[in-house]
Structure formats: C-alpha cells, structure tokens
C-alpha cells in the first residue's frame, strides 16, 4: 500500500496538494517527511511560509481532509494535484470495513493481497 501512496510523488514537485481524508500519508510523517497539516487557512499560509523561509530547496506537500479547492486559491493553482482514498488503493474491498483498520492491519492486508499464490 505505502509504494502505491508513494508513487503519487515521484517525482518530487516543489508544491503537492493532497485530499486525504483516510490519513494514509501518516506512515510518510511517521518516517520524517515534512507535511503541512493545517484546516486553519490563515495558520496555513503561516506554515508555507515560514517552511519557504526556513528550507527554500524543499518541496512542500500540503494536506487536508477535504477538498482541494478549499485550499487557498494561489496554492491550489501552483500545485499539484493529488487525492488519495482507501477504496482506490482497495477498490475490490468493503470501504467501511477497511477503514476501520489499524494502519498496520492495512499493511499487512496490502501485502496478503499482493503475495504471490
């Protein structure tokens, strides 16, 4: 599942705007990588910038549970569009019940499925 996630930054852009309501880029916080989270927009922009200031070469991946078009106008037209959800990693799968999974059960039912018989 975590190859599938990481696929949609490859490459690297220096602004990624991400939808994703099912949290599945905590495994990339959780390994180091720099996420903007932040529903406040004002607290946001904040975020930005000070990230611009503090590292000016490092790309910047925004996140939201929401829409993407609710994010600040300027960011959403200079960035790049991504938006991630359970059931497109999972599509052949009840969205309710994989969602009630640990991101570790996730995992390890990404890897059963992916097994070779």
Not at 15 to 42: F, K, N, Q
Not at 53 to 64: E, K, L, N, S
Not at 96 to 104: D, I, N, W
Request: hydrophobic share 45%.
């Amino acid at each position: 599942m975590l190859h599938k996630v990481l696929a949609n930054f490859d490459p690297i852009h220096p602004l990624t705007l991400v939808s994703d309501p099912d949290d599945l880029l905590a495994e990339l916080a959780r390994r180091g990588v720099r996420l903007l989270v932040e529903e406040d927009p004002v607290a946001l922009r904040h975020a930005y910038e000070q990230l611009a200031i503090d590292h000016p070469a490092a790309p910047r991946i925004v996140v939201t549970q929401g829409a993407l078009d609710r994010l600040p106008y300027d960011l959403w037209q200079q960035g790049r569009h991504v938006e991630l959800a359970l059931h497109a990693v999972f599509p052949n799968l009840d969205y309710p019940t994989v969602k009630q999974l640990s991101p570790g059960q996730r995992l390890a039912l990404d890897q059963a499925r992916c097994a070779p018989a």
